[in-house]
């Protein structure tokens, strides 16, 4: 495997590098839309980067080798969770992320003084060690209400929204297409068909202390304020309002309705057609076969 | 009925309609501040259009029309849910949201990849068909600490305040002065001195599978994280991290404490003076007469 | 205590202060970054003020004072919840605050037409009485995922990561490290190594009706869409999607599991070592004994 890349990076004055731009990579014969930088003239560095397939697998250890994995995340290039991100946080520097592009955190405060006196105006969108989407890669077929929520990294496939309430962290995103109102986490992946309603959340492994990758199957529905902490399987709905835990206990009942007793969340992981919702008489939480089909909206989907 | 209309539209490089700006309004005589066009050189368009009161009800089969009905519900000339809109989607193009102006999606690569070398920012604030309500029209008396999250075609009464937290949709608002952290989806109407709490939710009708109109009357409040599926009438309480849908169970007591019997949410719809819970007890969804009064704190509504 | 403080001011075409920033504060000897302004020719007004420490206890009565209070708190020189903010609504302007800088309600109409056909894009961010925080402060040690979602006034200790989904009003804030993607009201304060989960609520005493000041102790989880409404000890958990109010009613369990009775949430205010969950069999909420400790990944902590 061979993967060759052409990047343009951003430094601070003091020469440290803020952020790489790789509009053009070659990943084993596929390539990206562009082919060639233009030809202008510009004070930027152009980095040129020969991987072999091994480094994938490498941990990271540098500004450079951070951007271009996540640039090979949005690119769709790889899958989420199938690369080596360790060493990631270390390596990404805290960037003050502006209308005037990438400044360092230590010239901060000159820059925004002088941009008061001199009425430039400077507006700071984030400050982060990850860039929005947006800044670098714009997917095919995508609508992004809030361009600010959605992080260089993730991966969206064709046919996905993601709503104002939507979230997309990197190294997670979806398969197919998809409605997203809710929060993909790190290392979540939501699967073709999947609509995550407004507020509903999915556990990470970053901070929260789970250990378990999470992801959507397809066909599913999580409601608007739920939430979801196992892997869902196909045709499942998790009813608005319930968070659904790894140590949720849950009676399962069968198609005729006959209980077959109570069930740790993680055990039903990666179970299909299924209904998880909380009895409103009893607060009992249940989880029963799903005879509904989830169905997109499809003007909601055709996003050209 | 008569609608005249001025409006400045924005075009792709192929000449390909983006967007289009309507500042000027007589709308059967109700007209919009602006009266004239100042007299500036401009490489725009402007656009005059003449419509007849049967116009409002056909559907829209282009991007002028798409976008002359949305102000039109953002100048407050109609109510949500009271025009044709049919079409909507399929009329408005998927736009690039920038700093420099909407951008047509075939051209931002080559702007994006120019914007880097020659250190000309370009910052993506969207990829949507639906532009933020501020880039058009800014309502009287009314704070949206977060512009991204209200869309144009909103409909803001005087003396309504949109934390950051909330977000309305197009075709769909508030109908007097209202504090809203939560989301009002499209459709959806809020009445008079209410409020919605943080990350509360209201069903949309779009996708989820969700066909009645959901509404929140007067002197409502949805607690945060709460979420509603059914229309509330006036004096409601959602309580705090509940959601309230057309298929909930719950047990309805009258003044005295005494049980009417179990009625399903939809059953329920546009009842007055309750206070929907959960018993932290037994975990029963229970709706009781509301004593208290929801008072908006007027410190937080007078947006002048 | 001697207060001395350097401001620019921005201000309408006709006079009007719209804001003003503080880049120069001497408080009581402890200094900003800053200590002098740059020598740059400005049409700004620059603003000299010397306040006792009785200043900090009376009510504030225009733009200037709301603005210098609003500073003392995001420079940490003063805690939330310890100076006079009586007055602050009133005093402050509700303005649209541009990437052309701040400009006055009464300007904007003509402002954005004017950009619409001059091809000079008008970004409007907010609508607004409250600045976003980093517009005029950049705290130290500190990410900012999404900077509209931080106004001026919060209080951002080293260590602290506000992610995307976070929020943090004025008079509010983390002591120390903290890791952020839920919502911190106004009078809300955070403890050192305490967590909040995406989506998580803190109800604030501005709006809602509620009288108690909330607070979260240190080395705590609020888990994903649960919800706070009593003040909160240290090494707690509150599992993701349990909405605590001061009402709720807790079967309270001792570190040998043995019940010790039902108590209102209000009765468990500040209590320790606690962990609160909906039992998912019977729909009680119940507090037991925590067991594990709350850790916070440090690597999403070091923010430099």
Same mark, same amino acid.
């Not at 002088?114 to 890669?137: A, G, V, Y």
């Given at each position: ?6 990047? !343009? ?11 790489? *731009? *790789?509009?053009? #990579? ?9 082919? /060639?930088?233009?030809?202008? /003239? ?25 951007? $271009? ?18 060493? $990631? *946080? ?16 230590? /010239? ?18 984030? !400050?982060?060690?990850?860039?929005? $989407? ?35 962290? *990197? ?9 997203? /109102?809710?929060? !993909?986490?790190?290392?979540? &992946? ?21 250990? #378990?990758?999470?992801? &959507? ?7 608007? =304020?739920?939430?979801?902490? #196992? ?5 499942? !709905?998790?009813?608005?309002? $319930? ?46 076969? =799903?005879?509904?089909? &989830?169905?997109? =909206? ?7």
């Amino acid at each position: 495997m061979q993967i060759k890349a052409t990047g !343009i990076s951003s430094k601070s004055s003091k020469g440290k590098i803020l952020e790489v *731009f *790789f509009p053009i #990579i070659d990943f084993d014969g596929n390539k990206t839309h562009i082919k /060639e930088l233009p030809n202008y /003239e510009t004070s930027k560095e152009i980095i040129n980067i020969s991987w072999g397939g091994e480094d994938l697998k490498k941990p990271i250890s540098d500004v450079i080798s951070a951007y $271009l994995k996540l640039h090979l995340l949005s690119y769709k290039f790889v899958l989420p969770n199938s690369i080596n991100l360790e060493g $990631l *946080f270390d390596s990404l520097p805290n960037v003050v992320w502006t209308n005037q592009g990438a400044i360092s955190i230590d /010239e901060i405060d000159e820059k925004l003084i002088e941009s008061k006196l001199l009425n430039q105006d400077l507006n700071i969108r984030s !400050i982060d060690k990850f860039p929005p $989407l947006t800044d670098f890669i714009i997917p095919e077929n995508v609508r992004i209400a809030d361009a600010s929520r959605v992080r260089l990294g993730a991966y969206l496939s064709p046919g996905t929204t993601i709503m104002h309430e939507g979230f997309v962290n *990197f190294n997670a995103g979806t398969l197919g297409k998809a409605m997203i /109102e809710g929060r !993909i986490s790190s290392g979540v &992946v939501v699967g073709n068909n999947s609509d995550l309603g407004g507020g509903s959340s999915t556990m990470g492994t970053l901070s929260g202390g789970n250990n #378990i990758k999470i992801s &959507v199957g397809e066909n599913c529905l999580l409601g608007a =304020n739920s939430g979801l902490g #196992i892997p869902l399987g196909n045709n499942c !709905i998790v009813e608005a309002g $319930l968070y659904l835990t790894a140590g949720t206990k849950i009676e399962l009942f069968d198609v005729n309705g006959n209980s077959k007793g109570i069930f740790k969340g993680s055990e039903l992981s990666d179970s299909h057609n299924l209904v998880f919702i909380r009895n409103s008489i009893n607060g009992k939480v249940i989880a029963k076969t =799903n005879k509904s089909k &989830v169905e997109l =909206n499809s003007q909601l989907h055709t996003n050209d």
